[in-house]
């Protein structure tokens, strides 16, 4: 296990010791009281196609790169959280491509390396998204991002996809100057709903942010795409699906259905 990722479980046991344990609704049970939600950035967003385009720029070499490329970038949020360093996501996204590519012995040019930062910009959003965020807002319930994400790229989506009037103001980390799973960062839904934490649904897209929301005292539903494991940690979803259509059915239940 790296330094970074024991960094990491040390600052989600330090959310749970600050999080109340009580109000979180039961594993795989709808949440009755749900008044809002707190979407993570891609549990809406599809970045495929930035793992495309480094593949087609480095053939051969693309998939490892990507994947260095990912698994940094979020490290590189929790060091920098850690020691009270904060940039800005942006900022660490081309930190982390500028690591990988050096790690792997692969020339990034600086047209190589725009091109790929870029493409952030030009992303749009998962398909289910669109009827699933229709049919949250059609029972009331209120949404914004709650997401590591600088305002500036989760615009750009909502205006690639047309989505903007289903949110409110987003609540980037740039706010509070701490990345997830910093309980200072999962404080701020509860500041802006001004609603109770077992009100609030948190939409998780990867295994640590469930666990860190979870901690901090969210009912949490984790959109699964990829199909993986969860992590080996005393703190789990409430329940998880494979797209937005099963969060729907978790937040509304029998409502679901129309």
């Not at 706010?175 to 802006?192: C, D, E, G, L, N």
Request: proline share 5%.
């Amino acid at each position: 296990m790296s330094t970074t990722r024991r960094s990491l479980l040390g600052t989600l046991a330090a959310a749970a010791a600050l999080a109340p344990r009580s109000g979180v609704v039961a594993s795989g049970v709808p949440s009755s009281r749900c008044k809002a939600i707190a979407f993570d950035g891609f549990a809406i967003i599809d970045a495929n196609p930035v793992t495309a385009l480094v593949k087609e720029l480095f053939p051969g070499s693309g998939d490892q790169l990507a994947s260095l490329w990912r698994s940094r970038q979020f490290e590189y949020t929790w060091l920098r959280t850690l020691s009270n360093r904060y940039v800005d996501f942006w900022t660490v996204t081309r930190e982390a491509l500028m690591f990988a590519a050096d790690s792997l012995g692969i020339e990034l040019t600086a047209d190589a390396r725009e091109r790929l930062m870029q493409k952030h910009l030009g992303l749009t959003a998962w398909p289910d998204a669109l009827p699933a965020l229709r049919a949250l807002k059609g029972a009331g319930i209120r949404m914004r991002f709650l997401a590591n994400l600088t305002a500036p790229m989760l615009d750009a989506v909502l205006r690639n996809a047309a989505l903007a009037t289903f949110f409110e103001d987003h609540l980037t980390t740039d706010i509070v100057r701490a990345f997830k799973p910093h309980p200072r960062a999962y404080q701020m839904a509860v500041s802006a709903f001004g609603c109770e934490r077992d009100e609030i649904v948190f939409v998780a897209s990867a295994a640590w942010d469930a666990a860190g929301a979870k901690w901090f005292g969210y009912p949490t539903f984790w959109v699964n795409r990829p199909a993986a494991r969860p992590e080996t940690l005393d703190a789990t979803a409430d329940a998880e699906g494979r797209d937005m259509d099963d969060l729907v059915r978790f937040v509304l239940g029998d409502r679901a259905g129309g």
